[in-house]
């Protein structure tokens, strides 16, 4: 018997769509109270001051890569077999910004006068502390985080590396961790704030303390959608992951990293959202998908891209109201 074409693909028709301002409203299910307990769970839990610096692929062979986590300026580069190196990103000699030196043989040189760090302690100056776990890179921060530090950072699961296509989408926006972690712990949101993505949402009722379930459809064209079954969980105070545990794409994980920066010119916080998805899928021809990576990784970013004009949008009008003690929540 042939297989029928829901089965081989996993799509499926919406019998009658609904219009967006006829959609079912979700604001009673949104509780504040709910939305503020599930972030204060996050921020509870230890990070081991360690903070995403960006993706694995923005440090690149040959060239460092600077930003300032927490209000100290980062350096990074690859040493000797593409080891990640970090550390202050001033030199110790005069202060220049070492962003802008030039990396060769695996050294840092200054550009000012050629101060070469080998990425040990040397000549005043420190590395901090770095992993790479493959698709973000991390920096230790134990002055700025101020909690007993860890060895490593507190990774989720993830799909099995060598069955993934992975994109990492990197934007900042006026506000501080803690909105972005509670605007992706109001799913909520997600069929009113993006109709051009999601369709059909309802959240679960939450299960103990962890974890929000949300069945959504994304949308592909017209009445055609991709449904699927996702579980929202926050495993630290800086992130949240949406792991989708059924439908197509069963497994995926979108993990989304606040970073704080430094103020800007205005005292005004700035974080750092870097959201890593994770797709994998049990599809014979995921293998030719994971083939185009190149090609698709700009679509994938492009994707995220997009919802986080929104969110971000929903981010800064959260810190702008609570700056202004005017947030209702």
Known sequence: MKPSATRRLPLSLRRRGVPWDRQRSTWREARPALIAAALKRAQDRPSGNWYVLGASAAVAPGRPFGRTVAGTEVVAWRGPGGRLVAGPGACPHLGAPLKDAVVSGGRLLCHWH?????????????????????????????????????????????????????????????????????????????????????????????????????????????RVVVPVRAVFSAPGPRTVVMRITDGEGRGSVVETHATPLTPDHRG????????????????????????????????????????????????????????????PG
């Open 114 to 222: 050629g101060l070469a760090l080998p990425g040990a302690a040397a000549t005043g100056w420190c590395p901090l502390p770095a992993h790479d776990d493959g698709v973000l890179a991390w920096v230790r921060l134990d002055a700025a985080g101020g909690e007993e530090p860890l060895e490593r950072p507190v990774l989720p699961p993830r799909p099995v590396a060598g069955a993934t296509l992975a994109a990492v989408h990197d934007v900042t926006g006026t506000c501080e961790p803690a909105d972005v972690v509670a605007n992706r712990l109001d799913p909520w949101h997600g069929g009113w704030l993006h109709p051009y993505s999601f369709v059909d949402l309802t959240v679960e009722e939450p299960d103990g303390d962890d974890g929000l379930a949300v069945r959504v459809s994304f949308k592909v064209a017209g």
């Open 268 to 327: 005004r916080p700035r974080t750092a959202v870097i959201e890593a998805v994770l797709a994998t899928s049990d599809r014979p021809g995921f293998a030719v998908a994971r083939a185009a990576a190149p090609l698709l990784r700009p679509l994938m970013r492009a994707a995220a891209g997009r919802l986080w004009r929104d969110d971000l949008a929903y981010a800064e009008r959260r810190w702008a109201l609570r700056e202004a003690g005017r947030f």
